[in-house]
């Protein structure tokens, strides 16, 4: 069990990768109306699908709600979905033998497993009930006009649409997600790049952007408070997530102060930016702009090209060729996942 103790929050995600269930359970939430057939539209973006970039693994995700009166959530709730289409029996020639990149030895040295069937704890499968809670808590930022929107900017080496390009709006995100593939522009050179790596074998990575529209300015605090580190630790309680900017980001460490600064002014008796390279948020407090970040996804670990690792049960080297149902690229499906850790976050703050 992996458990989420926030200001006012307290979230607990539980199972593993093939065990027969796995969930969710929630306390210190507000009051919510939930929209089931909104939720099921929201978890559905993040399962696997007929494309080059997603695993075979099929899963119906249908989640089974205890606690909750009707479609209203008062307080607490628990979340379980059923695993069915597990095929632990893919695993049996890496018993003992960590795959690289992957949590498996880390796994090992903390727990001393041997087995690492599915990836158990530690597996993307995990981000099924982390999305549960996500688009539930995205129901309830809405009510108090908050949108978080997230899209795929980057696979491999094909660069697609960022908001470091210049500003987009809400309607655009919407408008481009209707047509399925989670980028802006650059689909067909996408999933070019994502067929071409997975018919050699291999997998590829991803920069995911996240895009916060409504958020209302004097949410935060200095240092330990600060609004960007309490995003960032959700963001990195996702499976694959190495890095993460905010604003411009690293490239802004190459501007001048005069060429990063946000200006103001004021227009209709408001205060307005005329930049958002800080990403909406200074001093770790939210100023009222949109909240914009980036999310970079590494490869996945799991393919099935020849790779050197260890045989930790005999203590000889040795080398893997892992098989199974894996996905060749994880960032196209880890996008809800990112909404989700950032709406987990902006809830406790305002909470």
Known sequence: MSTFNGRKLKIEIYGESHSERIGV?????????????????FTDRRKAVSAQYSTSRIEKDEPIFYGICGDVLDGEFTAEIINGNTRSGDYGNLYGK????????AWHLKDGALDFTGGGRFSGRMTAPFCIIGGVLKQYLETLGIRIHAFVS???????????DGEISENEILEFRREGFPS???KDEITA?????????????????????????GIGDNLFGGLEGKI????????????????SGFKGAENTGKDENDQMRYKDGKVVFLSNNSGGINGGIS??????MSVA??????????QKTVDLKNKTDAEIQISGRHDCCIAPRAVPVIESAVAIALTDQLL
Do not use: W
């Not at 359970?25 to 539209?41: F, M, N, Q, T, V």
């Open 25 to 41: 359970k929630a306390s210190g939430l507000p009051k919510i109306l939930i929209d089931r057939e909104k939720l099921k539209e």
């Open 98 to 105: 960590p795959r690289p990149s992957h949590a498996d030895y």
């Open 154 to 164: 980057k696979i491999g080496k094909i660069q697609a649409r960022s908001y470091k």
């Open 184 to 186: 802006l522009d650059k």
């Open 193 to 217: 790049e994502i067929s071409a790596a997975k018919k050699s074998g291999n997998s590829l990575g991803g920069v995911i952007d996240c895009c916060v529209f409504g958020m209302p300015g």
């Open 232 to 247: 960032s630790e959700l963001l990195f309680s996702v499976p694959a997530v190495k890095g993460v900017e905010f604003g």
């Open 287 to 292: 100023n009222g702009n949109v909240i914009t």
């Open 297 to 306: 996804i590494k490869p996945t670990a799991s393919i099935p090209l020849p």
